[in-house]
Nanobody, 116 residues
Framework: QVQLAESGGGLAQPGGSLRLSCATS????????MAWYRQAPGKRRELVAA???????NYADSVKGRFTISRDNAKKTVYLQMNSLKSEDTAVYYC??????????WGQGTQVTVSS
């Protein structure tokens, strides 16, 4: 049974930091590209950051220099370190696992709210 469980969301002040985690099970984590997406109210889901199975990363322009994606294959977990948070980062953040678009899995999401 495939599971992706996000954690670490919550309320942060502008300029603050949060670290999201996505613990996985039920598939060969090390073979999959992993990514974080987000969806704000009334907006489409968008890619925030991605990391390939070999560790290459890419980021949305809006988060470059502020967010860092990483993975721990031994723990089957992917992380998103979010620094210098802005109000526009407020969204539900989703973890995604993808194997060449043949198999793709989603977590249930974790809410991130940036507000003073």
């Amino acid at each position: 049974q495939v599971q992706l469980a996000e954690s670490g969301g919550g309320l942060a002040q502008p300029g603050g930091s949060l670290r999201l985690s996505c613990a996985t099970s039920g598939f060969t984590f090390w073979n999959y590209a992993m990514a974080w997406y987000r969806q704000a109210p009334g907006k489409r889901r968008e890619l925030v950051a991605a990391i390939t199975n070999s560790g290459s990363t890419n980021y949305a322009d809006s988060v470059k220099g502020r967010f860092t994606i990483s993975r721990d294959n031994a723990k089957k977990t992917v992380y998103l370190q979010m620094n210098s948070l802005k109000s526009e980062d407020t969204a539900v953040y989703y973890c995604n696992a993808d194997l060449q678009s043949v198999y793709t899995f989603w977590g249930q999401g974790t809410q991130v709210t940036v507000s003073s």
